[in-house]
């Protein structure tokens, strides 16, 4: 933040920030022509010598400056200019394990959740889960473009990802964080009261979808998991809620 003040670009700011990946970069040199260049040029209407911020995805941010632009097809070459450590990202990875629920919250879910600081999304297709995804290829370009935006506007420094909705024993083989699962039914433990008796380290979120882990799910999680059952607090939220509120606790307990 300081260095773009330094830099005299404070508005870059609310331009918020484009990501970039190995294959666009060639020495100094970045270029883009594909939705990121639409939204570059046919949107906010960059054009010559503009600045803009730059993040490779990997924590390290860019000032660069607009030296070719095309709008149609659109397509925008930066050269970069300077670059320094992203300090917003959070202390420890964390993963949600999102049972998929009905109509388009996984929308907001996505784009909620990286705006708190999740590093991955992982769709789970629990029990109770109503919803089937006809084409998940589909529908995970739409939620890694919700992704991108979300994670541009939040200033994210590394780019999340939404994966490959998963069953739930697969999710299960995939999750190798210590684990907690959000339960209604837990009375005792809280987030904080088991995440202050042990060091930070990468952690995975569980959240069920409308109507609720199983009783069963909850047990495999804490048999082949060793999974912490944790209650959000005294009133019951709802699937979209559940997964903001867990991470903010997570990122509040441990160092964000």
Same mark, same amino acid.
């Given at each position: 933040? +300081?260095?773009?003040?330094?830099?005299? &670009?404070?508005?870059?700011?609310?331009?918020?920030?484009?990501?970039?990946?190995?294959?666009?970069?060639?020495?100094?040199?970045?270029?883009?022509?594909?939705?990121?260049?639409?939204?570059?040029?046919?949107?906010?209407?960059?054009?010559?010598?503009?600045?803009?911020?730059?993040?490779?995805?990997?924590?390290?941010? %860019?000032? =660069? +400056?607009?030296?070719?632009?095309?709008?149609?097809? &659109?397509?925008?070459?930066?050269?970069?200019?300077?670059?320094?450590? $992203?300090?917003?990202?959070?202390?420890?990875?964390?993963?949600?394990?999102?049972?998929?629920?009905?109509?388009?919250?996984?929308?907001?879910?996505?784009?909620? $959740?990286? !705006?708190?600081?999740?590093?991955?999304?992982?769709?789970? %297709? =629990?029990?109770?889960?109503?919803?089937?995804? +006809?084409?998940? *290829?589909?529908?995970?370009?739409?939620?890694? #473009?919700?992704?991108?935006? &979300? /994670?541009?506007?939040?200033? #994210?420094?590394?780019?999340?990802?939404?994966?490959?909705?998963?069953?739930?024993?697969?999710?299960?083989?995939?999750?190798?964080?210590?684990?907690?699962? =959000? %339960? !209604?039914?837990?009375?005792?433990?809280?987030?904080?009261?088991?995440?202050?008796?042990?060091?930070?380290?990468? *952690?995975?979120?569980?959240?069920?979808?409308?109507?609720?882990?199983?009783?069963? !799910?909850?047990?495999?999680?804490?048999?082949?998991?060793?999974?912490?059952?944790?209650?959000?607090? /005294?009133? *019951?939220? #709802?699937?979209?809620? @559940?997964?903001?509120?867990?991470? @903010?606790? *997570?990122? $509040?307990?441990?160092?964000?």
């Amino acid at each position: 933040m +300081k260095q773009l003040m330094k830099a005299g &670009a404070v508005w870059l700011l609310l331009m918020g920030k484009h990501f970039f990946k190995p294959h666009n970069k060639d020495g100094d040199s970045v270029f883009f022509d594909n939705d990121t260049a639409h939204h570059m040029v046919n949107v906010l209407r960059l054009s010559l010598d503009q600045d803009v911020l730059l993040c490779d995805g990997f924590g390290t941010d %860019y000032t =660069a +400056k607009v030296t070719s632009v095309t709008r149609k097809p &659109a397509s925008i070459t930066l050269t970069l200019l300077n670059s320094f450590p $992203c300090h917003t990202e959070p202390p420890i990875p964390v993963t949600l394990y999102q049972s998929i629920p009905k109509g388009d919250k996984m929308d907001w879910i996505i784009e909620k $959740c990286i !705006e708190v600081g999740v590093s991955t999304i992982v769709p789970v %297709y =629990a029990s109770r889960s109503e919803a089937k995804f +006809k084409d998940p *290829i589909k529908k995970m370009e739409r939620y890694n #473009r919700i992704a991108y935006s &979300a /994670a541009s506007q939040s200033m #994210r420094g590394v780019l999340p990802k939404v994966l490959l909705p998963m069953s739930f024993k697969d999710a299960l083989r995939n999750d190798t964080a210590l684990t907690l699962v =959000a %339960y !209604e039914k837990e009375q005792g433990n809280t987030i904080k009261s088991t995440l202050c008796k042990i060091p930070p380290e990468p *952690i995975s979120v569980w959240i069920g979808p409308e109507g609720g882990f199983e009783s069963t !799910e909850i047990n495999c999680l804490s048999r082949e998991k060793s999974a912490f059952s944790v209650s959000l607090g /005294a009133s *019951i939220l #709802r699937t979209e809620t @559940a997964g903001v509120v867990a991470l @903010a606790q *997570i990122l $509040c307990i441990w160092g964000q």
